[in-house]
C-alpha cells in the first residue's frame, strides 16, 4: 500500500522558518514528480511547488519563490519543504502528493502569526 505522511506543521511567527516532511511508503519518491499544495480555508488548493523525479530538479509558484525550497533524501524515501521567512498568508494546511500518481498525504497544519 501507498502512503504519503507529512510532519513538521506547527505555530510560528511571521519571519519564522519550519521544514517539513513527506515520508513515502509504497512507492520510490525519486520516480515521481512529487509536490506540494496547501489549502488555506476557504481556498482552493494551491500548488506550491514541485521536485522531479528522475533529476530532482524543482518548481515552484511564484507566491513562495525564494522563500521555500524542496529537497529530496533519497536514502530516507522522503521529501521536504524548507519554508524561510514565512508570512500569514502561508497559514493553511500543506499536503505532499506524487503527482503522477495522484497518491496524497493528509497534510499538516502550518500556522503563521502575525
Known amino acids: 500500500q501507498v502512503h504519503l505522511v507529512e510532519s513538521g506543521g506547527g505555530l510560528v511567527q511571521a519571519g519564522g522558518s519550519l521544514r517539513l516532511s513527506c515520508a513515502a511508503s509504497?512507492?520510490?519518491?525519486?520516480?515521481?514528480?512529487m509536490g506540494w499544495f496547501r489549502q488555506a480555508p476557504g481556498k482552493q488548493r494551491e500548488f506550491v511547488g514541485r521536485?522531479?523525479?528522475?533529476?530532482?530538479?524543482?518548481y515552484y509558484a511564484d507566491s513562495v519563490k525564494g522563500r521555500f525550497t524542496i529537497s529530496r533524501d533519497n536514502a530516507k524515501n522522503t521529501v521536504y519543504l524548507q519554508m524561510n521567512n514565512l508570512k500569514p498568508e502561508d497559514t493553511a494546511v500543506y499536503f505532499c502528493?506524487?503527482?503522477?500518481?495522484?497518491?496524497w498525504g493528509q497534510g499538516t497544519q502550518v500556522t503563521v502569526s502575525s
Open positions: 502528493a506524487a503527482m503522477e500518481a495522484d497518491y
Open positions: 509504497g512507492i520510490t519518491v525519486s520516480y515521481y514528480a
Open positions: 521536485i522531479t523525479g528522475r533529476i530532482g530538479s524543482t
